[in-house]
């Protein structure tokens, strides 16, 4: 399967960004699906998951109450919509799919991963 992740961007603190995650192939409902995210300097880091059926939802504690993952499997697309930004969550946010029907915050676990998308949080 091959991801294309869009909708990143520059925003000011407190604002919104959705990102969309494209996936190629017949398959996409039966993989969960995951963002991660990766700042300069520092280690990729899980943001959220959600499992085959969109049933199943992981975030971390980062992005809770401010993020929500959905997907739509008739699109052959996972969201990511990002609320409240703060210039922390600046990194280049990646999409990725897993094998796996349930969720996973283990980037070991994804066996396909996009090409991520920029998000900058101005202060």
């Known amino acids: 399967v091959q991801l294309q992740a869009s909708g990143g961007g520059l925003v000011q603190a407190g604002g919104s960004l959705r990102l969309s995650c494209a996936a190629s192939?017949?398959?996409?409902?039966?993989?969960?699906m995951g963002w991660f995210r990766q700042a300069p300097g520092k280690e990729r880091e899980f943001v959220a998951a959600?499992?085959?059926?969109?049933?199943?939802?992981g975030y971390a504690d980062s992005s809770k109450g401010r993020f929500t993952i959905s997907r739509d499997n008739g699109k052959n697309t996972v969201y990511l919509q990002m609320n409240s930004l703060k210039p922390e969550d600046t990194a280049v946010y990646y999409c990725?799919?897993?094998?796996?029907?349930?969720?996973?915050?283990?980037?070991?676990?994804?066996?396909?991963w996009g090409q991520g998308t920029q998000v900058t949080v101005s202060s």
């Open positions: 959600v499992s085959w059926s969109g049933g199943r939802i």
């Open positions: 192939g017949r398959t996409f409902s039966s993989y969960a």
């Open positions: 990725a799919a897993s094998y796996r029907t349930g969720w996973s915050m283990s980037e070991s676990e994804y066996n396909y």
